[in-house]
């Protein structure tokens, strides 16, 4: 069970925008603490996609922006392309736990 | 060119010990904050603990119950994971991390080295 749940799936057709929600507590997102994306393409190791909730980092295509509200945060992309094809994480930080923390991972399929 | 390189693999026996490397190049080592993050076969990624070789302070997540030990050789601008016993349980691929000068983020990636215990 992770600290920070993600939809386990999300799908959508080329050219379409997804979401993919993050949902925290008081003792992480909700405290203040950041929210970090990654991009794991199949096989490779993860990418940072976002920090410090909507930084992008040089190269990340601005198709990709970050938002945060609340104890959540969300990753958006907008003109879905076939290579966005991965699994996204969300990262924070929790306080109560002294440490980092990821969240379960949301398989992107571009239809 | 930052970078971080790790073996490709490590194969152990229940019991064993196992120390694993990762050795940075491209930025100047003692001054940011590296460590490790694990993930399991099709399963998610956790953060395992960091180090910064600089002072050294090292940072556990505590459900790891001290079962691994982060540390680093300024020397050769090299850190560790290691493991005075390894269990089956133990076996995933291990990515070594760099933190972000600006938060807790992990801004560099090894490939990582993938670990196997198995009798």
């Known amino acids: 069970q992770s600290v920070l749940t993600q939809p386990p799936s999300v799908s959508g057709a080329p050219g379409q925008r997804v979401t993919i929600s993050c949902a925290g507590s008081?003792?992480?997102?909700?405290?203040?603490?950041?929210v970090h994306w990654y991009q794991q393409l199949p096989g490779t190791a993860p990418k940072l996609l976002m920090s410090?909730?909507?930084n992008r980092p040089s190269g990340v295509p601005d198709r990709f922006s970050g938002s945060k509200s609340g104890t959540s945060a969300s990753l958006a992309i907008t003109g879905l392309q076939a290579d966005d094809a991965a699994d996204y994480y969300c990262?924070?930080?929790?306080?109560?736990?002294?440490?980092?923390?990821f969240g379960g991972g949301t398989k992107l399929t571009v239809l | 060119e930052e970078q971080l390189v790790q073996p490709g693999a490590a194969v152990k026996k229940p019991g064993e010990s196992l120390k694993i490397s990762c050795k940075a190049s491209?930025?100047?080592?003692?001054?940011?904050?590296i460590g490790w993050v694990r993930q399991k076969s099709g399963k998610g990624l956790e953060w395992m603990g960091v180090i910064f070789p600089g002072e050294p302070d090292a940072r556990y997540n505590p459900s790891l119950q001290g079962r691994v030990t982060v540390s680093a050789d300024k020397s050769i601008s090299t850190t560790f994971l290691q493991w005075l016993s390894v269990e089956p349980s133990d076996s995933a691929m291990y990515f070594c991390?760099?933190?972000?000068?600006?938060?807790?983020?992990?801004?560099?990636w090894g490939r990582g080295t993938l670990v196997t215990v198995s009798s």
């Open positions: 410090g909730n909507t």
């Open positions: 991390v760099r933190i972000g000068a600006a938060g807790w983020f992990f801004d560099l």
């Open positions: 008081n003792s992480n997102i909700g405290a203040g603490f950041e």
């Open positions: 491209g930025y100047s080592f003692t001054n940011e904050w």
């Open positions: 990262q924070s930080y929790d306080s109560s736990l002294s440490g980092v923390v």
